[in-house]
């Protein structure tokens, strides 16, 4: 089965971040470098959304992910809760792939034109 991309790499701030819509559910990427991280956008602590803020779910120097309602801080790469009232609880990550230069579910195979 072929697939689209869910975005391209050139597409993403970085470091940066960007919401998606994946199959309806709101979920959000986050990019420092090559190293890109997509998680459901539902806080631990409420399952509120993260931002207020179109695309905008890191803090100010861009390090962590901030949930803007009562300001917990996640690691970017797993998505676990380092400060704040869910302290020790994890983000929902969605596993995902780069290929050519896009980012993709990694379930869904590439259809080869994504670059
Ligand atoms: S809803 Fe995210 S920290 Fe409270």
Known sequence: MSAK?????????????RELNIT?????VVRR???????????PHTGAPLNLMPDRF???DQQYIQCSTH???????SGRCVAGPCAGQYLDMVPCRIEN???????????GDAG
């Not at 991309?5 to 971040?17: D, F, I, R, T, V």
């Not at 190293?35 to 956008?41: D, L, M, P, S």
């Not at 300001?71 to 790469?77: K, N, P, S």
């Open 71 to 77: 300001g917990a801080l996640f690691e970017m790469d």
């Open 5 to 17: 991309p869910l975005c391209h790499m050139a597409e993403l701030p970085n470091p940066g971040s």
């Open 58 to 60: 890191l803090d100010y």
């Open 101 to 111: 230069g896009a980012l993709y579910l990694k379930e869904d195979k590439a259809t």
């Open 33 to 43: 470098g090559q190293a890109v991280f997509v998680y459901q956008n539902h806080c």
């Open 24 to 28: 309806g559910e709101s979920c959000f």
